[in-house]
């Protein structure tokens, strides 16, 4: 049971807060572990008893923290447990993380230029000269030799076209 009455006053659990607000399992969580961070009025409201280990609230005290935390607040991104949406795909969705990719790309991309194509131990060198962890760079420079021969005509396998093809082996 989410509500019940407990002396006389009626009480509900985490379960009827979700129902009530549209809130994820994790903002209800959040709401109570950090009550102590929000003004008197927006605290989420303290455990009124525990039943069979399950914490209930006064359903007083949550329906007047949701009609505060509305008016204040705003209810437009519950259930998303404080995270950014995103793309699912990494750095490759933009942010921070994208940009310092950009500019380790654009380093390799400097130093394949110079030396007129990939060397081994390019993404070592670069991590002792740069910082930041070798493979880290190892993807930039992945990332860089693929924008590097495309720039020059080849193909992903190195191949220009000029020189002989590697046969399988029978």
Do not use: I
């Amino acid at each position: 049971m989410s509500r019940r009455v407990v002396d006389g006053r009626w009480v509900v659990n985490r379960a009827w807060v979700m129902e009530l607000t549209g809130a994820s399992e994790a903002t209800v969580n959040r709401w109570y572990a950090q009550r102590e961070r929000y003004p008197e009025e927006l605290r989420f409201p303290e455990v009124a008893c525990t039943l069979h280990r399950t914490h209930y609230y006064a359903q007083e005290a949550v329906e007047a923290f949701w009609a505060a935390w509305k008016a204040d607040v705003g209810a437009g991104r519950l259930g998303a447990a404080g995270r950014r949406p995103g793309d699912g795909r990494g750095s490759q969705g933009g942010g921070y993380g994208r940009a310092l990719r950009d500019r380790a790309v654009a380093v390799v991309l400097a130093e394949l230029r110079k030396a007129g194509g990939y060397r081994r131990g390019m993404a070592a060198r670069l991590a002792r000269e740069h910082g930041g962890g070798e493979r880290s760079w190892q993807r930039a420079v992945t990332e860089a030799r693929a924008r590097y021969e495309q720039e020059h005509g080849q193909d992903p396998d190195g191949q220009d076209g000029t020189g002989p093809v590697p046969q399988p082996a029978l």
